[in-house]
């Protein structure tokens, strides 16, 4: 399929490893969830090939740690610039591997070249400390050193920006990077890859490495000793397998897994901000986001109003293929993640539920789910205890603060929630007693690189963007010295 690209070859199904391009062996056909078109043949490389790629970052890792932050930045930056000067062709090709609408792919394109633009400038604040010695004669110094060698696992949802925030403080830091995108969408990896060779990335900086061996490929990551650190997006459960992996060589890990969001809307809420920030809490990139919307709870006063307006607003959207301008909801990724909604719409229906809006697959094609709301929904519901990853929002009535905010944690769950209200000592109470890492008040919109993006429990490890983010590419040295 044509994508009618400025740049036809940042249409990249080669691998990246020591600054040559691999085509490997074997292919991995890379298709179009709008349409089942094949858009190209990725190289689907070993762990042979993944170990010339750790051996690559290995080896490019002195020089590159030797250079000075300022220079590490320049070459971030002019990375970012290409970024943005080439966000059609980006957003164009991502669309096409992962299917969201059009405006969200260049809107990823935008968040993903922030965080290279955010760690180009933190990169050169990494200050040690030199503290007051315990003896007369001694000098207490600490520096910050790059940990070496990052691998990185990251998830078709977001293909641009999940790399970005995770190779951006890296490279800041003075480490090199392996990365393994998911399968189905290695070619906004590519395509990043080849303008981070633009800009100047030296030779085994920046190495991806694309194969459908997603357990081979990453067990390699986790196993192998010239790994230092191990940065992970996807799911919980293949969190827990990368954790088992890497306690082999006690390698670093920062683990963004899967959340359970709860939203909340208080009696005292302005209704209208609360329907809109549902709406971006829940349908944004389908639903398919760790950090949508899983489960609406609104307080007694407000609910009728709530759900007859949130349905309305749902019923106008527009569904279909990503690279139509007028579409809002695209496909979901894959047959599975239709056959979880599917699953999930039926059990909640089958207890009881009440449709309000869509309801069914969409006539546009076979991974076309309607956005849909549910009311009336039971007890013992799956929407309400698994991340559903798709455009169903299902509401629940409560009547108590105390009432919401235990239901609200009864999970294992703890990346992101939101509240809505207009009352002062509420919005304390709610946001200190929410189990959550991240908390929107009164938005439903809450990913910047400016802020710590992470969960709690079963949601992750350590955080991403802000201050904090380029802290896990780091290693403390302490250094006493007897003058
Ligand atoms: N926190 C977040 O941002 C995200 C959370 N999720 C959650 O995960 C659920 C499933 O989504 P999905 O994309 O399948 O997430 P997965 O966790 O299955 O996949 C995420 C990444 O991990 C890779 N992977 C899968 N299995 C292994 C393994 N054994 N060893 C190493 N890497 C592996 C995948 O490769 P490949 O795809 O090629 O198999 C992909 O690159 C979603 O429903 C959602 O709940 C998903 C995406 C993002
Ligand atoms: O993995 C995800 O779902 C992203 O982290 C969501 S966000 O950063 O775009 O909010």
Redesign the pocket.
Known sequence: MSLDLARPELLEPRALIAGAWIAGQNRSDVTNPATGEVIAHAADLTAAEMRQAIDAAHDAGPAWAARTARERADILMRWHDLMLDNQEDLARILTAEMGKPIAEARGEIA?GASFIRWFAEEGRRVYGDIIPGHQPDKRIMVLKQPIGVVGSIT?W??PN??IARKVAPALAAGCTFVGRPAESTPLSATAMARLGHEAGLPDGVLNIVTGSDSAGLGAELCRNPKVRKLTF?GSTEVGRILMRQCAQNITKLSL?LGGNAPFIVFDDADLEAAVQGAIMAKYRNGGQ???CANRIYVQDGLHDAFVERLGEAVAAMKVGPGLDETNQIGPLIDQPAMDKVQAHLDDAVGRGARLVAGGRRSDQGPLYFEPTVLADIQPGTRLLAEETFGPIAPVVRFHSETEVIAMANATEFGLAAYFYTRDLGRSWRVAEALEYGIVGLNTGL??TAEAP?GGVKASGLGREGSRYGIDDFLEIKYLCAAV
């Open positions: 968040y998830p949802n977001f920006a999940m997006t963004e986001t760790c950090v809450i990913s993006f």
